[in-house]
């Protein structure tokens, strides 16, 4: 899924640089913790879903924006990359507690 992020970037007309300087972007949901976990969790998740970035993808295909498009495109790329390293959507008990197990937690199974 990474690398379809990357294909969809490059159908974009933006130079390179902007796909490396915007991958962690979508961190920024984590400031969501700064309000709790239930916040931080629902902030985090809506950066992270790639549901979301596919929507906004498509909206941006649907207004022909590439600007829409680029958004959706790095919240995907994201999102894919984080699933890569280990890290899932949040669960409101704490940042560690994913979908896909608790980070750190090396015997998850």
Same mark, same amino acid.
């Given at each position: 899924m990474f690398g379809l992020g990357i294909y &969809? @970037?490059?159908q974009l007309p933006y130079e390179w640089w902007w796909f490396l300087?915007? &991958?962690l972007a979508p961190d920024i949901g984590m #400031? *969501?913790?700064l =309000? *709790?976990?239930?916040?931080? +969790? @629902? +902030?985090?998740n809506i =950066? $992270? $879903?790639?549901g979301v970035a596919i929507a906004i993808y498509l909206l941006g295909v649907y207004l022909t924006s590439p600007m829409v498009q680029l958004i959706g495109v790095i919240l995907f790329s994201h999102a894919s990359f984080d699933r890569i390293l280990g890290y899932g959507l949040k669960y409101d008990k *704490? @940042?560690?507690y994913t979908h896909l197990g608790? #980070?750190?937690n090396h015997n998850n199974g």
């Open positions: &969809l @970037f490059n300087v915007l &991958l #400031i *969501g913790y =309000f *709790g976990n239930k916040t931080g +969790a @629902f +902030a985090y =950066f $992270h $879903h790639k *704490g @940042f560690k608790e #980070i750190g």
